[in-house]
Nanobody
Framework: VQLVESGGGLVQAGGSLRLSCAAS????????MGWFRQAPGKERAFVAA????????YYTDSVKGRFTISRDNAKNTVYLQMNSLKPEDTAVYYC???????????????????WGQGTQVTVAS
């Protein structure tokens, strides 16, 4: 499985960006998909995740009400719409995928089997 993120960039505080993650693999619709971010000097942190159908969505508290994760299984793509961006959202954002079903909450890095290369998001104050 290969994951390729796009959509990062430089934006002013209060602005919006939409990240995309295109996945290879014939069984994308069965994957749990997640987004993580890593700021300089910090550990990789959970941002959002979506179940295989998109019916279950998970968010870290700091992005609730501002970020939205969605997926289009026909396009093998997961999105992260980011609104009302803040300077503290600045980080490299990574897409992640898990193939095998589990009942665990998908909010930690070792939950996932595959990772993208990351895309930089910089929010200027």
């Amino acid at each position: 499985v290969q994951l390729v993120e796009s959509g990062g960039g430089l934006v002013q505080a209060g602005g919006s960006l939409r990240l995309s993650c295109a996945a290879s693999g014939r069984t994308f619709s069965s994957y749990v998909m997640g987004w993580f971010r890593q700021a300089p000097g910090k550990e990789r942190a959970f941002v959002a995740a979506a179940s295989w159908s998109g019916s279950r969505l998970y968010y870290t508290d700091s992005v609730k009400g501002r970020f939205t994760i969605s997926r289009d299984n026909a396009k093998n793509t997961v999105y992260l719409q980011m609104n009302s961006l803040k300077p503290e959202d600045t980080a490299v954002y990574y897409c992640a995928a898990r193939e095998r079903f589990t009942t665990a909450t998908p909010d930690y890095p070792s939950y996932y089997d595959y990772w993208g290369q990351g895309t930089q998001v910089t929010v200027a104050s």
